[in-house]
């Protein structure tokens, strides 16, 4: 027999490889002639006696589809369970309560695999949403964050409940999603023609996107980018036309103690005595100061107040529960990311 790498990664990850039939002859041939390995050794994807946890009970409404029975008949290893909704035992859930249209189908591979503890054949085991390896749970109606126990976050406008609504959970270690062109990750109503409803009848509140950890409850709304560099470009130009404001009123200021300076005249008396400026001289330099300060002062005025209407188009009035322009707002009404 040749040398098989079976660890070869090379023939698995192209889309077409000449030495991928070639291992398949070599397996054959393994299994065929030399080793004879029809003994439950589970190499090559032959059986192997492994003992996992058996599904069960079984419910009445229940089809089962498992990869293996175990030594008592019991379905074992991987499963796809076509059910009621339920969470676990039998008296869980909108089925266990015995209502209808709760259709559910729960997909499963690692019955109790993340338990402290190896649980074999000797183990009956339901639905557990803690312990269980891996999951894809769809139900025409249940509560899917109670079942998968993801916290309720306090943030205002972020957390809806799922009771009575139809569900899709996807559990594991490791989640991937992959699209070779792109990955779109939306909320709300589709565009179809008419309304759509939720499972419970209703129209679909507010759309909303949460990111963050199961356990957090507390939450900000996504910053929009382009908006944001927007908004800084133009607190650059305020920032900008403040140190021109302040350089020309250092630039006024230096002009009126010059005027003050050259208005100071000899005194009457012994030595030389300087007095204060003339008043007869100096408040004419005042008065064509005047005017020019005040139009400065009210400008600077009318630029505050376009500095406000910009900060409410930009950030709304939130305690008054009004949000930016649509054009303008920094932070997203519909994406919310948790600390």
């Known amino acids: 027999m040749k040398n098989i790498n079976y660890k070869s990664k090379t023939a698995y990850n192209a889309i077409s490889h000449k030495n991928r039939c070639e291992i398949e002859e ?35 409404c229940e089809k089962i589809i498992s990869r293996k029975e175990s ?33 559910a189908i729960d997909i499963v591979a690692g019955s109790l695999t993340c338990a402290k503890e190896i649980k074999t054949g000797k183990t009956q085991s339901r639905a557990n949403f803690a312990e269980d390896g891996a999951r894809l749970y769809l139900t025409e ?52 023609d008419g309304k ?29 980018g382009e908006n944001l560099v927007e908004y800084l470009d133009e607190m650059n130009k305020v920032l900008t036309d403040l140190n021109t404001k302040i350089a020309d009123l250092e630039l006024s200021l230096l002009d009126f103690k010059f005027s003050m300076a050259i208005h100071q ?47 409410i188009g930009v950030f709304g009035l939130p305690e008054a529960g009004i949000e930016g322009a649509s054009d303008k707002k920094i932070l997203s009404s519909t994406v919310y990311i948790g600390e």
């Open 141 to 192: 109606r249940g509560d899917v964050n109670a079942y998968f126990a993801t916290a309720k976050s306090d943030t205002a406008g972020v957390y809806a409940s799922s009771k009575m609504k139809s569900g899709a959970g996807l559990k594991s270690d490791h989640t991937l999603i992959i699209g070779r062109e792109r990955v779109r990750i939306l909320a709300g109503e589709s565009k179809y």
């Open 71 to 103: 030594e008592t008949g019991e379905h074992s290893g991987a499963r796809i369970v076509l059910t009621r909704d339920n969470h676990g035992h039998r008296a869980t859930g909108l089925g266990g309560a015995g209502a209808t249209k709760c259709e």
């Open 26 to 60: 070599e397996v054959d041939e393994a299994l065929e002639f030399e080793y004879g390995l029809d003994d439950c050794v589970g190499i090559f994807l032959t059986d192997n006696k492994e003992s996992m946890p058996v599904f069960a009970p079984v419910g009445g």
């Open 265 to 311: 005249h000899q005194g009457v008396g012994v030595g030389a005595i300087v007095t204060f400026p003339d008043p007869i001289n100096a408040a004419p330099e005042f008065l064509t100061s005047v005017a020019p300060t005040i139009n400065k002062t009210t400008k600077a005025v009318v630029d505050e107040y376009n500095k406000i209407i910009k900060e």
């Open 196 to 224: 759509e409803r939720l499972a419970t009848g209703n129209a679909p509140a507010k759309p909303i996107i949460e990111i963050g950890a199961t356990s957090t409850e507390k939450h900000h709304r996504a910053v929009l």
